[in-house]
């Protein structure tokens, strides 16, 4: 039988280093919001003929468009992406895209800067709401499973701070992920960033719960079995089936990151290191840390 519980400290290690490592990263270079928390415009359009990303950025720069951002989907096809822009400026920049060539514009977006503010703002509270409620549900559902073991004491409450730990290094490790991306290629985040963090979130906890479950059975079935011993039992039995549930998802956003397009690359992408490194944390974290909890919990 693969024993997590006795190589803990390793994966613990391994973890630490990961999540300390995106945390200095997240905090030396931070994350680069999108329009949708900054303000701004993002326009959709397409061109008659092929027109040069280099020289759309700068005919834009030259009509007084600061920083345009150029985000090719095809060789017609751009997404362009702009500081809030006034009305003069929003028809200067049209009149400098017409300039370049016939164009259709298939969608514009204009958020402002304090729509952008409290967007941010409604993104903290959605995480932290659903960490709450993984917490309290978590807590409710195993309420019964208050049981001594081997030199432990178990409880739900251990169960579901354990959860949320792993989710916390699952967060850590896939936002500074973006912040590397953020300072060297200038991805910035959106509203589908916090979409596939919640997504993340929902995915890993499923995973988790899954194992306790089946800790939660087996304290029943092997009463007089050390904790070490149920969790490495646990883990084992549900093993193939994480895997499995995981590598389908896996193999789907492989396919969407190669053929979805530019517009939900990103967005992909974060599902895809989220659910990978969710499967992990839930095997290789999360049940290490409830058994090292409740290790020393025995009541005298």
């Given at each position: 039988?693969?024993?997590?519980i006795?190589h803990?400290?390793f994966?613990?290690?391994?973890s630490g280093?990961?999540t300390?490592?995106?945390?200095?990263?997240?905090?030396?270079?931070?994350?680069?919001?999108?329009i949708?928390?900054?303000?701004?415009?993002?326009?959709?359009?397409?061109?008659?003929n092929?027109a040069p990303?280099?020289a759309?950025q700068e005919k834009?720069?030259?009509?007084?468009?600061?920083?345009p951002?150029?985000?090719p989907i095809?060789d017609?096809k751009?997404i362009v992406?702009t500081?809030?822009?006034?009305?003069?400026?929003?028809?200067?920049?049209?009149?400098?895209?017409q300039?370049?060539?016939s164009?259709k514009?298939?969608?514009?977006?204009?958020?402002?800067?304090?729509?952008g503010?409290?967007?941010?703002?409604?993104?903290y509270?959605?995480?932290?709401?659903?960490?709450?409620?993984i917490?309290?549900?978590i807590a409710?559902?195993?309420r019964?499973?208050?049981?001594?073991?081997?030199n432990?004491?178990?409880?739900s409450?251990r169960?579901?701070?354990?959860?949320i730990?792993?989710?916390?290094h699952?967060l850590?490790?896939t936002?500074?992920?973006?912040?590397v991306l953020?300072?060297?290629y200038g991805v910035d985040?959106d509203?589908?960033?916090i979409?596939a963090?919640?997504?993340?979130?929902g995915f890993?906890?499923h995973?988790?719960?899954?194992v306790f479950?089946?800790i939660?059975?087996n304290?029943?079935t092997?009463?007089?079995?050390?904790?070490?011993?149920?969790?490495?039992?646990?883990?084992n039995?549900t093993l193939a089936?994480s895997i499995?549930?995981?590598?389908?998802?896996?193999f789907v956003?492989?396919?969407?990151?190669?053929?979805g397009?530019?517009s939900?690359?990103?967005?992909?992408?974060?599902?895809?290191v989220?659910?990978?490194v969710?499967?992990?944390?839930s095997i290789?974290?999360a049940s290490?840390?409830?058994y090292v909890?409740?290790?020393?919990?025995?009541?005298k």
């Amino acid at each position: 039988m693969f024993s997590v519980i006795k190589h803990y400290k390793f994966w613990f290690v391994f973890s630490g280093f990961l999540t300390a490592g995106a945390l200095v990263l997240l905090f030396s270079w931070g994350l680069k919001p999108g329009i949708d928390f900054r303000g701004g415009t993002l326009s959709d359009i397409e061109f008659e003929n092929p027109a040069p990303a280099t020289a759309i950025q700068e005919k834009l720069n030259e009509a007084g468009i600061n920083n345009p951002i150029i985000q090719p989907i095809s060789d017609k096809k751009y997404i362009v992406k702009t500081e809030p822009l006034s009305d003069e400026e929003l028809a200067s920049f049209r009149e400098t895209l017409q300039k370049i060539g016939s164009y259709k514009e298939h969608s514009f977006e204009s958020i402002g800067p304090t729509i952008g503010r409290e967007l941010v703002r409604k993104a903290y509270w959605q995480i932290i709401l659903v960490c709450l409620g993984i917490i309290l549900y978590i807590a409710y559902s195993f309420r019964n499973i208050a049981s001594d073991t081997k030199n432990s004491r178990i409880s739900s409450w251990r169960m579901g701070a354990s959860a949320i730990l792993a989710l916390l290094h699952d967060l850590s490790i896939t936002v500074g992920l973006f912040a590397v991306l953020g300072h060297y290629y200038g991805v910035d985040i959106d509203s589908l960033f916090i979409t596939a963090l919640l997504t993340i979130l929902g995915f890993s906890v499923h995973d988790t719960i899954v194992v306790f479950d089946r800790i939660r059975e087996n304290l029943k079935t092997y009463p007089y079995k050390s904790l070490g011993t149920i969790i490495d039992y646990s883990i084992n039995s549900t093993l193939a089936r994480s895997i499995n549930t995981s590598s389908t998802l896996i193999f789907v956003l492989i396919a969407m990151l190669l053929f979805g397009g530019q517009s939900i690359y990103y967005f992909v992408l974060t599902l895809l290191v989220g659910v990978a490194v969710g499967t992990y944390s839930s095997i290789f974290i999360a049940s290490p840390i409830l058994y090292v909890w409740s290790r020393g919990g025995k009541k005298k």
